[in-house]
């Protein structure tokens, strides 16, 4: 593996040994236990959408890894007047020794690996984002132990979380189920991946139909980084109906509630029903942190 481009470019055991590693580098980083795995080696870190989680996470975790995180941002750089990506990889593969990226098209990542002779990472795209997933896994992994008949529900826009769950689940054996308004649907070659495995998915319209006896509640933003001028009418499609409240986890077996965050309360989310599951969100937040700490050493090293 040179590259972490999408979910699905990991197959069941690549992904269980990121998330091994992850555990161990968090359990290290609560007990005092240094791991400069990557002493001296450099990441170069290009944005072309906000950040808050993605940008300080590869970052403290570069420097807690021995290494150096360089913050790309896309109006500083050439790129943004639009020097090549090809060019660009090709350019940071003589100075870096990993590229990480947020963008809008899947493409721009393929190709940015493509021309680089250095390992490059998703950190966000319109369709993908792998690193939030594996952060995800491994914090479901520490609420309910085991994948193993666990099912997840997510409610909402089937964006690019939705399309990396629905493989990161299904590739660890989880069931999943996901409720979106019709014309809000995940990826076609997300939904044709996830038909070969059968009743292990559902898709439906109807919240409380994915939300009956599940593990796990997943919810994210109506408008995603890109979306905006369209709020408006997604809003209306989702609004009163796609939300994750009270009444959506008393159909649940005890579920705990993940957002990949940020959150917009009283829209996908109420505040009393993400306030209770506090805990468990910011949990995940934190993983970020390890499970791209796991990333880049199984990449970089
Ligand atoms: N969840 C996530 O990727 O957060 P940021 O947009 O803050 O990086
Ligand atoms: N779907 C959201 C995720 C943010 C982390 C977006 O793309 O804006």
Redesign the pocket.
């Known amino acids: 593996m040179k590259d972490l481009l999408k979910i699905s470019d990991l197959n069941k055991e690549e992904i269980l040994s990121i998330l091994d590693l992850a555990d161990k580098l968090k359990y290290e980083k609560q007990n005092g236990i240094e791991h400069k795995h990557l002493s001296g080696k450099t990441l170069g870190m290009i944005f072309k959408?906000a950040?808050t989680?993605?940008r300080v996470s590869f970052e403290t975790g570069m420097y807690q890894l021995g290494g150096y995180a360089l913050f790309l941002q896309e109006n500083v750089m050439q790129i943004g007047r639009g020097e090549p990506t090809k060019d660009t990889a090709r350019v940071l593969s003589r100075y870096v020794d990993g590229i990480m990226i947020r963008t809008f098209e899947q493409e721009e990542v393929e190709t940015l690996a493509k021309f680089s002779d250095v390992p490059v990472i998703n950190g966000?795209t319109?369709f993908a984002?792998p690193c939030?997933v594996l952060a995800d896994l491994m914090t479901i992994r520490e609420y309910k132990n085991d994948f193993d008949n666990l099912t997840m529900c997510y409610i909402g826009?089937g964006?690019?979380?939705a399309n990396s769950l629905i493989v990161g689940a299904l590739k660890v054996g989880m069931n999943i189920h996901i409720a979106c308004p019709k014309g809000y649907e995940p990826d076609s070659e997300v939904l044709d991946f996830a038909q070969s495995f059968g009743d292990k998915f559902m898709l439906t319209e109807d919240p409380l139909v994915a939300a009956q006896g599940v593990d796990v509640v997943y919810t994210?933003?109506w408008?995603?980084?890109?979306?905006e001028e369209n709020a408006e009418e997604r809003a209306k499609a989702f609004q009163g109906i796609y939300q994750v409240n009270e009444d959506l986890m008393s159909h649940t077996d005890d579920a705990i509630i993940l957002h990949?965050?940020?959150a917009h309360r009283e829209e996908e989310i109420t505040n009393e029903s993400f306030e209770k599951h506090a805990k468990e969100i910011f949990d995940e937040a934190e993983n970020r942190l390890h499970a791209q700490k796991a990333v880049m050493v199984s990449l970089m090293k």
Do not use: E
Not at 223 to 227: A, F, I, V
């Open positions: 959408k950040s989680r993605t966000l319109d984002h939030q826009d964006n690019n979380m994210d933003v408008s995603s980084m890109g979306d990949c965050l940020p």
